[in-house]
Nanobody, 117 residues
Framework: QVQLVESGGGTVQPGGSLRLSCAAS????????MSWFRQAPEKKREFVAS????????PYAGSVEGRFTISRDNTKNTVYLQMNSLAPEDTAVYYCKTILDDGVAYWGKGTLVTVSS
């Protein structure tokens, strides 16, 4: 079955860095667009970044562009989100997402990132 499992969240001080991972299984990972979304407390879920199957196309939300980098390793069925220069407003649960050929979206359960001094 399709499964997305995020890891790497934690607590960091402002200006710090974290790298999130999303391990995928149950589908042809190398053929699918992968995305990261986040949901801050009392806020709606928002788009963070996506990466095309080959890794050549990587759109970002304006709020994270220049600070975050999305990447993927198709040999490991894993997508990453490197987060630098973290600020308190980056505090959120971060979710991994994919959409399959049948149009069905799949989400991981999320990993919590807390940026606080």
């Amino acid at each position: 079955q399709v499964q997305l499992v995020e890891s790497g969240g934690g607590t960091v001080q402002p200006g710090g860095s974290l790298r999130l991972s999303c391990a995928a299984s149950g589908f042809a990972f190398r053929n699918n667009l992968m995305s990261w979304f986040r949901q801050a407390p009392e806020k709606k879920r928002e788009f963070v970044a996506s990466i095309s199957p080959s890794g050549s196309n990587t759109p970002y939300a304006g709020s994270v562009e220049g600070r975050f980098t999305i990447s993927r390793d198709n040999t490991k069925n894993t997508v990453y989100l490197q987060m630098n220069s973290l600020a308190p407003e980056d505090t959120a649960v971060y979710y991994c997402k994919t959409i399959l050929d049948d149009g069905v979206a799949y989400w991981g359960k999320g990993t919590l990132v807390t940026v606080s001094s």
